[in-house]
């Protein structure tokens, strides 16, 4: 426990006392718990967790999660019972990172389910998705907002920023455009859409041919903001 949350806490480049001055936990209290080996309650086994937005699990045992979840109020157990489903989730975010492996697209489909569609816990995916800012009226072209460093447009296309983009998809045949666009804003009314597609464009003299599956979803940020998510892989 104690290596585990000190970990945590690393990670996300804070500390125990400022983490128990965030959310009103006495510091003494939890890290006398800490040193002694002491258990800590659900309660703040919880607070800690979401604080360092780490699922809960990832801090406890089978045996101590069970014990933290006994004589525990029904909407905490559900808080509980909703930790243990993202921690899997980010197990195998951490375990497909370290060994250097792609996102897929079951995980990134679970990812917008766990987190309804907000970019809360957005590191593990950043570098692999699109964000886009949502298709208006007046629009003649795609309009990304973020673009990952690993997603499938910047890898195939040799994309390394936002002008990069708009200079090399504008030359893109006009019926591909208008029908990505399309499927853009039909994806705004839909938790997300699940598609297969064939491209065969051409490139700074390289003809490029690809099928892949392309997920939409609409989005929002941190700040409120709406967005549209786009994550490609290739298919065989």
């Given at each position: 426990m104690k290596d585990l949350l000190l970990e945590a806490c690393a990670i996300r480049n804070t500390s125990l006392r400022q983490v128990c001055l965030k959310t009103g936990l006495n510091y003494k209290t939890i890290n006398g718990k800490i040193?002694?080996?002491?258990?800590?309650?659900?309660?703040?086994?919880?607070?800690?967790?979401?604080?360092?937005?780490?699922?809960?699990?990832?801090?406890?045992?089978?045996?101590?999660?069970?014990?933290?979840?006994?004589?525990?109020?029904?909407?905490?157990?559900?808080?509980?019972?909703?930790?243990?489903?993202?921690?899997?989730?980010?197990?195998?975010?951490?375990?497909?990172?370290?060994?250097?492996?792609?996102?897929?697209?079951?995980?990134?489909?679970?990812w917008l389910q766990v987190n309804g569609g907000r970019l809360d816990n957005f590191e593990p995916i950043k570098d692999h998705v699109d964000l886009y800012r949502p298709i208006r009226p007046e629009d003649r072209t795609l309009?990304?907002?973020?673009?990952?460093?690993?997603?499938?447009?910047?890898?195939?296309?040799?994309?390394?920023?936002?002008?990069?983009?708009?200079?090399?998809?504008?030359?893109?045949?006009?019926?591909?455009?208008?029908?990505?666009?399309?499927?853009?804003?039909?994806?705004?009314?839909?938790?997300?859409?699940?598609?297969?597609?064939?491209?065969?464009v051409s490139i700074a003299g390289r003809n490029i041919h690809k099928r892949y599956r392309r997920v939409l979803a609409p989005v929002i940020d941190e700040n409120g903001k709406e967005l549209t998510l786009l994550f490609a892989r290739t298919l065989a």
């Open positions: 040193n002694k080996g002491v258990e800590f309650t659900a309660r703040e086994l919880f607070t800690i967790s979401q604080a360092l937005r780490f699922p809960m699990e990832h801090f406890l045992s089978d045996s101590l999660a069970c014990s933290a979840v006994q004589d525990s109020s029904p909407d905490l157990i559900m808080e509980t019972a909703e930790q243990i489903v993202e921690s899997a989730l980010f197990r195998a975010r951490e375990k497909a990172r370290q060994n250097g492996q792609h996102l897929d697209t079951d995980t990134l489909l679970n309009q990304p907002e973020r673009l990952g460093r690993f997603s499938l447009a910047s890898v195939t296309f040799d994309i390394h920023s936002v002008d990069d983009f708009v200079d090399k998809v504008g030359r893109f045949d006009h019926k591909i455009i208008s029908s990505t666009m399309k499927a853009h804003v039909e994806a705004r009314s839909v938790p997300y859409r699940v598609e297969d597609i064939t491209i065969d």
